[in-house]
């Protein structure tokens, strides 16, 4: 469905997603169960560069757009949808990052040319959020944990 509309170097990253597939969803069962993404099926993942498309060149990305970077996830979630929300978490803090100076990206990434951090990101207001339920003031705050490294 992708094929004609993304890079053949984001191609290629769907096609290892595509091989994976009996692995992810076998995983994703086992991940329903405990939790936790089995560490084998993140680590096998992350090996085909999936989590850090949205990256700059620079450091060893693709520097993925939306379709890119919805072509990877949509490979993952073919598998497993836990395991796809989680590659939109990390290549929406890798775009982020990548909008950043860069000695911040340097801090995160290390080395040029080498992709070595997942980024995972929250963004806040610099004041206190609060929304109102029926006039009463309602305190929110999301926090994402998910024993991944």
């Known amino acids: 469905m992708f094929d004609t509309l993304v890079r053949p ?17 076998e995983g994703g069962r086992e991940g329903d169960l405990s939790r936790r993404v089995p560490e084998r099926v993140f680590k096998a993942v992350q090996a085909t560069g999936a989590f850090n498309v949205s990256a700059p060149e620079k450091f060893g990305g693709l520097a993925a757009n939306s379709r890119d ?6 490979a993952i979630g073919a598998g497993d949808g836990s395991l796809a929300w989680m590659a939109g978490i990390y290549n929406t803090g890798a ?3 990548s909008l950043m100076s860069d000695q911040a990206q340097e801090d995160a990434w290390g080395e040029r040319g080498k992709v070595g951090a997942l980024v995972s990101i929250v963004l ?8 109102r339920r029926r006039g009463i003031p309602h305190h929110w705050s999301l926090d994402v944990r998910h024993g991944q490294p």
């Not at 997603?17 to 969803?25: F, G, I, K, N, Y």
């Not at 806040?124 to 929304?131: D, H, I, K, L, Y």
């Open 69 to 74: 970077v919805q072509a990877v996830t949509s």
């Open 124 to 131: 806040a207001t610099t004041s206190e959020g609060c929304r």
């Open 95 to 97: 775009w982020v990052l």
């Open 9 to 25: 170097s984001i191609t290629e990253i769907i096609d290892q997603l595509t091989m994976l597939r009996p692995e992810l969803a």
